[in-house]
């Protein structure tokens, strides 16, 4: 099959937003995201992963809305090389990946209504956030562009009450009523160059499970 036929075949049916969205010629820099929640949302939607389409995950139960943008980044895996990662910083042992494309909140004043769509965004920091001893880490970016937050360019940046809502979000939307807190962690939060660091290990992992998607289509020999 020839990158031509590749091509054309994106004209007639529509990509898998994880697999078949590119994270950008000029990833880790700036980055293709693709956006599940916005701010409006109450409930929590995220790709099936089997079918590309997205879903209603779960109802929240609090009145937690996502302050921001909320989605991943495109052919990225936090699996073994961000676990370690993960580990090496932290100084702890046993952390893995969780298995999911590395999430990705997206700063801008503009109101977009609805997700499933992509935007071009600029990572300036991140959260090193831990699950249940699997790194789940929160990539922190501003959307490309954007007149308010698009000159911030690092963490030290954003003003902290609103790092604090971030976090307050992340710490609690997995909240629910009558159940024991969920063993969730903010260990760190690191600025615009870690955040570029741990992208792209969560790009060679998943070029490490997944391979290269021009794999697929290269001749038999």
């Not at 939607?45 to 302050?67: C, F």
């Not at 911030?152 to 809502?165: A, E, F, N, S, Y």
Request: hydrophobic fraction near 35%.
């Amino acid at each position: 099959m020839t990158p031509s036929l590749t091509q054309a075949l994106g004209l007639f049916f529509q990509a898998h937003p994880w697999h078949g969205v590119s994270p950008g010629e000029k990833s880790p820099d700036i980055v293709t995201s693709y956006i599940e929640m916005v701010p409006t949302d109450a409930v929590k939607y995220e790709v099936d992963k089997a079918t590309g389409i997205l879903k209603l995950d779960r109802p929240q139960r609090y009145s937690n809305q996502p302050p921001c943008l909320y989605g991943f980044i495109p052919r990225t895996l936090c699996d073994t090389r961000v676990g370690e990662h993960c580990g090496q910083r932290l100084g702890r042992t046993g952390i893995s990946g969780d298995g999911d494309p590395i999430d990705i909140c997206v700063l801008t004043e503009k109101p977009i209504q609805h997700g499933a769509v992509l935007v071009e965004a600029l990572p300036i920091g991140g959260f090193r956030m831990i699950d249940g001893n699997q790194a789940d880490d929160k990539i922190i970016a501003v959307l490309k562009g954007d007149s308010v937050y698009g000159g911030w360019r690092d963490i030290k940046d954003v003003p902290q009450p609103l790092i604090d809502r971030l976090r307050h979000y992340f710490l609690t939307y997995k909240a629910m009523p009558d159940a024991p807190t969920p063993p969730v962690e903010i260990a760190e939060t690191y600025d615009a160059a870690e955040a570029k660091v741990t992208i792209t290990k969560s790009i060679e992992d998943y070029r490490a499970k997944y391979g290269q998607l021009t794999d697929l289509f290269a001749p038999s020999r």
